[in-house]
C-alpha cells in the first residue's frame, strides 16, 4: 500500500505516506522536538548508534561514531542525515538545518572526535536536494 | 436462521479444486477470478511446481515466512533444500514472546520475559486480514488454529490528551455524534436547496432517507439526545427489566467538540481494506504459524548461522557462515541456486557479486521504525471494569493505541495488553531509550486512559525494531519513487540468486506480501531450472 496518502494525525500531525501498510491508519507518528546536539543524539541516533556511540553488530551493523575518522568531511555526515543511506533512514524531512547541524557539532565534538570546523544550518540547506 | 441459508452442496474450495483437476490451473485461475475470489491477494491456491527439477539443489537464506515457504515447495517439488537461519528459531519477525523467553537486543539490553503461563506479545505482526489468503492457506495446511481478530470494537476508547480535558470518549459516542452531526448538516444542506446541482430531486429525497437513516436523525433531520440516539452511542441507563427498567438517555457531544477534538480520526482504521473485518490470529500467538513451519522442515533449518558471504558463479552459489552466538570458524554451504531472504538492511553489508541493479536496489531500502510495547497487569480490568473485549483504543500519546487481548475473555488471572505500538518520530524516539524506560514511559501514557495501570501493572516487555539484531528496522521503506526505481531490480533473478520477502513484495510488512513474493520467486526459478 506505497500509493497511501498522507493521513492526518490526532494530534494534527501530518504522517509521511509510502510508510507501513500495516501501520498507516494506526499512527500518531510524532515529531521531534529536541534542538540541541545532545538532546537529538539522546532522544534519535543512540538507538542505533548506541549510547556511547559505539555502534552495535548483529546479523549485521551500526558504525561507530566514536573516533570516526569519515567524520572529517563535514558533507559526509550532512548527506548521509538528510538522505539516508542502506539501513540508515534519512531524517532530512522530519528535522529542520539547525537541528541537522546541532547534532553533526555534536557528534563531531564528542565521543573522541575533535573536529574544530563546525556545520552551519546554511551549509545544511544548501545540501538539500 | 441457518433454514433461510442457501444449501450449498458443494463449497468453492472443493469447486475450484476439481475444475483444477479437471482444466488445469488456468482454468481454475479464471474461474476463481470470475467468483472474485483470485484477484485478492494474487494467491489461487497451493503453487503447482511441475516437472522434475532433478534434484537441483536451492540454498535459502532466512527462516522467516518467506525462506520456509519457498523451502516447503521446493522440497515438495522434489528439490534439495536447506536454510541457514541467524536465529535459535523459525519464524524471522513472525514471532511471540513468552514468559520464560530472554530477548537481548542490540547494545546488549537484555529482558526477562515474565509474562504468565499462555500470555504473550506479538512483537511484529499480529493480525491477519481475511483476503489475505495465501497466509491463511498455509495456516489450514499447517494446522495452525486461528481465532477472530477484533480491530474495531465499539466500546474501545478515542483519546486526545487535547480535548475533553483528557478524558478518553468511547468509540461507539465518537462515531454515533460524528455521523449524526455530519448527517443533519447534509439534510439541512439538502433542505435548503443547497445541494441542487449536485442532486437531483429524486435522489434528494432519498439522500434525506439515508441521512436519517445513518445518522439517527429525527423526524426533523435533527440528532439530538433521544433513546434513538441513544442506540447508537449508548445509554447513562441502559433499559432494563422489571420496575428499575427506565433507560435514560445520553447527551451528545456538540459538532463543534467532536469536530476540534479529531477524535473522528480514529474511526478510519476498520474502514482500510486491510483491516476491515474479518481479521484473524493464531491461537497461542502470531509465532505459532512458524513454529509450525519449523516442525514441518525440521533439519532442513540449520539455526545460529549468520550469513558473511553469498559468492555466485555460472555453477551455482557458495554461501560462508559463521555461528551467529560463539563466531568460530567460517563454514560454507553451497548449491545450485540461492533464494535470500535476508532483510536488505542487513543484505546491504553483506558481501555479495549481483550486478548493479540489484545492489541499487538493496541499498536503496532502508527500514521503517516501530516498536511496541507488551504489558502485563494482575487482572483484565479493561474487561472486567469497562467492558472491553478485545479491540483497539487509540490515542495521540506517543504510545498511538492500546490494543486488548482477543483471547481468554472472562479470565480471572492476569492480561497482556499491547501497551504502545508506533512508527515514525515517536518510535524512533521510543527506540532511544532503553527498555525500561520505554515500559515506564507506556504505563505512563495509558494510565491516562485507564487509571487503574497503576495499580494493576505487574511487568512489560519492549520490542524496538531497530534494535533487533536480524533485522535492523521492521519493514522495507518503499516510496514511489523508489518502487519505481529500484523494485523490479530488486525481485528479478541475478545469475543464480532471487530475492524474497516482504520488501520483495508490494504489501509491505504483511505477511501476506512475504509469502507472495516468496512464490512469484520459486516459480520464476523453477521455470529456469526446468528450461536447463
Redesign the interface.
Known sequence: MDHWVALIGIAGLAVSSGCIAASAVDINAGSYAQQTGEELYRGICQGCHMPDAQGAIGAGAYPALANNKRLIARMYPISVVINGQRAMPAFGTDLSDEQIANVINYVRTHFGNHYKDAVTAASVKAARR | MRAHEPAAPMNRRSLFKMIGMIAGSAVMYEAMSQLGHAGESGYSGPIRLEGDPKGTSVLILGAGLAGMTAALELRNAGYKVQILE?NDRPGGRNWSLYGGDTYTE??GFTQHVQFAEGLYLNPG?W?IPYHHRAVLDYCQRLKVQLEPFTQVNYATY?H?S?AFGGKAQRYREVQADFNGHVAELLAKAANQSQLDQAVTQEDKEVLLEAMRTWGALDQNYEYKKSLSTSERRGYVSDPGGGLTSTATPSEPLALREVLQS??W??L??GH?Y??QSSLFQPVGGMGMIGRAFGRELGNLIRYNA??TGIKQDERGVTVSYQD?RSGGPVQLEQAQWCICT?PA??L???PMNVAAPMKSAI?AL?????IKVGLQFKRRFWEQDESIYGG?S?????N??IGYPNSRYFDDGPGVLLGA?????????Y??MPPEERIRRTVEYGSQIHAQYREEFQHGVAV?W??????????G????EL?AQHFDNLCAIDGRIVLAGEHAS?????QE?AVLSSLDAIRRLHARVLAG
Request: charge should be positive; charged fraction near 15%; glycine fraction near 6%.
Open positions: 541467524y542490540l547494545g505482526p493480525r478515542l486526545s487535547k479529531r477524535l480520526w480514529g478510519t482504521a482500510i486491510e483491516l549468520k550469513v551467529s535476508i538492511s542487513i546491504s553489508q553483506i541499498d532502508s527500514y521503517d521504525a516501530a483497539i487509540y490515542t495521540d500519546l506517543p498511538a493505541l505500538y508506533t512508527f515514525g518520530p515517536n518510535a524512533v524516539q527506540t532511544a524496538a531497530h534494535r533487533v539484531p536480524w533485522t535492523l528496522g521492521c519493514a521503506h518503499w516510496t514511489e518502487r508490494r504489501l509491505p510488512a504483511w506480501g
